[in-house]
Nanobody
């Protein structure tokens, strides 16, 4: 089983910054794409940012220029640097990790971490 653990969420004022981390662990990990999704109040879950196994970065238009996604393959860790935060960024942020475990391929999710942007 792949374990996905998130950290870094919290309360921040508009214009502030937060850095989210997501660590994957387990036996025989072979990780592909990694990404962040979020779900705000009364909204569907949406893709925020993805970094592929080849280090290609993709962003939703709503966060482009403000968020930066990165990965450290040596530590099986995904990051999301969030700058110039807005109230509309308030959501539960979920980490998604695609990985082979043994000979099986699956997408694994973290439990989510709350990000609240408010004065």
């Amino acid at each position: 089983q792949v374990q996905v653990e998130e950290s870094g969420g919290g309360l921040v004022q508009p214009g502030g910054s937060l850095r989210l981390s997501c660590s994957a662990s387990g036996s025989s990990l072979s990780i592909g794409d990694m990404g962040w999704h979020r779900q705000g109040p009364g909204k569907q879950r949406e893709l925020v940012a993805v970094v592929t196994n080849g280090q290609t970065q993709l962003y939703a238009d709503s966060v482009k220029g403000r968020f930066t996604v990165s990965r450290d393959d040596a530590k099986n860790t995904l990051y999301l640097q969030m700058d110039s935060l807005k109230p509309e960024d308030t959501a539960v942020y979920y980490c998604a990790v695609d990985s082979f475990v043994g000979r099986g391929f699956s997408r694994f999710w973290g439990q989510g971490t709350q990000v609240t942007v408010s004065s």
